[in-house]
Nanobody, 127 residues
Framework: QVRLVESGGGLVQAGGSLRLSCAAS????????MGWFRQAPGKEREFVVS????????YYADSVKGRFTISRDNAKNTVYLQMNSLKPEDTAVYSC????????????????????WGQGTQVTVSS
């Protein structure tokens, strides 16, 4: 069982930055690939980025590539999402998730590949 709690969301102007954190508890964090997803009002949840359990492999959605950076600190049981050059279309609830499959050092991009989800944190980018 893994419990995930996101923080760091808020209101920011276009072009600004935010850093999201996702703190995990309840299991061995370092065994899990982690991902960030987002859901804008009236839209389906979409994949943003994923990182393997070792942190050596990452995969970004095209919409955030070059602007967002995922990282993790397994000693602190935390995964981070640094978001720069934010745009109004980045406005959404951002949720972190832990993958179903452990011990395989890879990233995952599909929702069904994730077993544990946080409650989400709101990110609002004003124009």
């Amino acid at each position: 069982q893994v419990r995930l709690v996101e923080s760091g969301g808020g209101l920011v102007q276009a072009g600004g930055s935010l850093r999201l954190s996702c703190a995990a508890s309840g299991s061995i964090f370092g065994n899990y690939a982690m991902g960030w997803f987002r859901q804008a009002p009236g839209k389906e949840r979409e994949f943003v980025v994923s990182i393997s359990w070792s942190g050596t492999s990452t995969y970004y959605a095209d919409s955030v590539k070059g602007r967002f950076t995922i990282s993790r600190d397994n000693a602190k049981n935390t995964v981070y999402l640094q978001m720069n050059s934010l745009k109004p279309e980045d406005t959404a609830v951002y949720s972190c998730a832990a993958a179903r499959t452990t011990y395989i050092d890879r990233y995952y991009t599909r929702e069904y590949e994730y077993r544990y989800w946080g409650q989400g944190t709101q990110v609002t980018v004003s124009s």
